[in-house]
């Protein structure tokens, strides 16, 4: 039999490593964005700022449906978000939520937060109990894949909510932008950076554009990655002498400081890449 041995408590700083999230980034190839403790929390503290639109619309602990594979970096983020501040979660998978047995557990609860993956969204609305569900509570959806404009036409016939969007990566642990969730009237390409949170529009040289100039979004705020794991070679490619980082998308502000996405500087496919959200 082994031996009994103690366990040594570990103080643990916002600096400290959480977790690699790993991604295609801005080049495809597969690479760890290492995100702190602090990295984390930032962005927990950035969204709960969003979030208190929801709490005035409800008197009671709202429950959230966490419908997010486990590596999507959305999930790893907001599961931890939803449990703290409305005090219920209930997960899932992108393959069970097509499935008839993801439905019937989500009838005994009234869910007022719903953050679903792109391929999710897609098995939930083929699926026929999801249509059947009682979305009358439903306050907040976040969705993933901001191109996925046919798609979200289709969940608002179906939750009765109005769509808006936001945009983050993996590298902003994960949210840069989004539009207040509590507003119902304003252009779904309209987002204004989170709290504590830059954005630049700058060209191929660094060079800050004027304001309806089309050029790379760069971010920089308390969210952002301690870079890529064991990879300073793409750290470098990614993070300017100034500290923002080079997300790869492409866009514009315009003179009320929304940043307008457009299009990606290269063509690939990304997974995970950015958000949509959805409110009532």
Request: glycine share 8%; net charge positive.
């Amino acid at each position: 039999m082994a031996s009994a041995k103690a366990i040594t408590p570990v103080e643990v700083s916002t600096s400290d490593v959480a977790f690699l999230q790993y991604t295609g980034g801005t080049t495809g190839v597969s690479k760890g964005a290492t995100l702190s403790h602090g990295n984390v929390l930032s962005n927990s503290a950035q969204n709960d700022i969003w979030l208190e639109a929801i709490f005035t619309k409800t008197a009671r602990a709202a429950a959230a449906l966490c419908a997010l594979p486990l590596y999507h970096a959305f999930r790893t983020d907001r599961e931890c978000d939803w449990r703290h501040e409305f005090g219920r979660a209930q997960c899932a998978d992108p393959q069970s939520a097509r499935h008839s047995r993801f439905c019937p557990g989500t009838g005994e609860i009234q869910f007022h937060v719903f953050p679903v993956s792109t391929r999710c969204s897609l098995g939930l609305l083929n699926n026929d109990g999801f249509h059947k569900l009682d979305f009358s509570n439903l306050l907040l959806t976040l969705a993933a894949a901001w191109r996925c404009r046919g798609r979200w036409r289709s969940a608002e016939q179906v939750t009765g909510c109005i769509i808006s969007e936001g945009y983050g990566l993996s590298e902003t642990a994960p949210v840069a932008t989004a539009n207040r969730f509590g507003c119902r009237n304003r252009c779904r390409n309209d987002r204004p950076a989170l709290p504590s949170t830059e954005i630049s529009i700058r060209d191929d040289d660094g060079k800050e554009l004027p304001l309806g100039e089309v050029g790379e979004i760069c971010i920089k705020g308390p969210q952002v990655m301690l870079g890529y794991w064991n990879r300073q070679d793409e750290t470098a490619k990614v993070m300017t002498p100034d500290g923002f980082f080079r997300s790869g998308g492409m866009g514009f502000m315009d003179d009320k400081g929304y940043t307008k996405i457009v299009d990606r500087k290269k063509d690939m496919i990304l997974v995970s890449a950015s958000m949509s959200i959805q409110t009532r």
